[in-house]
């Protein structure tokens, strides 16, 4: 079972970047499609982003398409999310998770979770 674990969050102005990082233990990263969330205070968790196991394919939701980049790195275990033009509206906790599978994408892993807050 892999064990997900977020950092990089923060307090940024509207405008500016950050990058979450997602490390993962247990088991390598490359076994999972991996896929970014975030929940905002009364709203439901939304995706964000999605890459498979290969780093091949990618999703992104609408409203974060062309300000965020998902990437991993399977030799590092790492998935990140680099978030440019960041608005207001992106404050949020963003989750990490993990998919046994690219094509049945079910989302069984879990990390804790890392607070974004941009300010205007």
């Known amino acids: 079972q892999v064990q997900l674990a977020e950092s990089g969050g923060g307090l940024v102005q509207a405008g500016g970047s950050l990058r979450l990082s997602c490390a993962a233990s247990?088991?390598?990263?490359?076994?999972?499609?991996m896929g970014w969330f975030r929940q905002a205070p009364g709203k439901e968790r939304e995706i964000v982003a999605s890459?498979?196991?290969?780093?091949?394919?990618?999703y992104y939701a609408d409203s974060v398409k062309g300000r965020f980049i998902i990437s991993r790195d399977n030799a590092k275990n790492t998935v990140y999310l680099q978030m440019n033009g960041l608005k207001p509206e992106d404050t949020a906790v963003y989750y990490c998770?993990?998919?046994?599978?690219?094509?049945?994408?079910?989302?069984?892993?879990w990390g804790q979770g890392t607070q974004v807050t941009v300010s205007s």
């Open positions: 998770a993990a998919s046994d599978s690219d094509y049945v994408v079910k989302y069984n892993y």
């Open positions: 247990g088991r390598t990263l490359s076994s999972y499609c």
């Open positions: 890459i498979k196991k290969s780093g091949s394919t990618t």
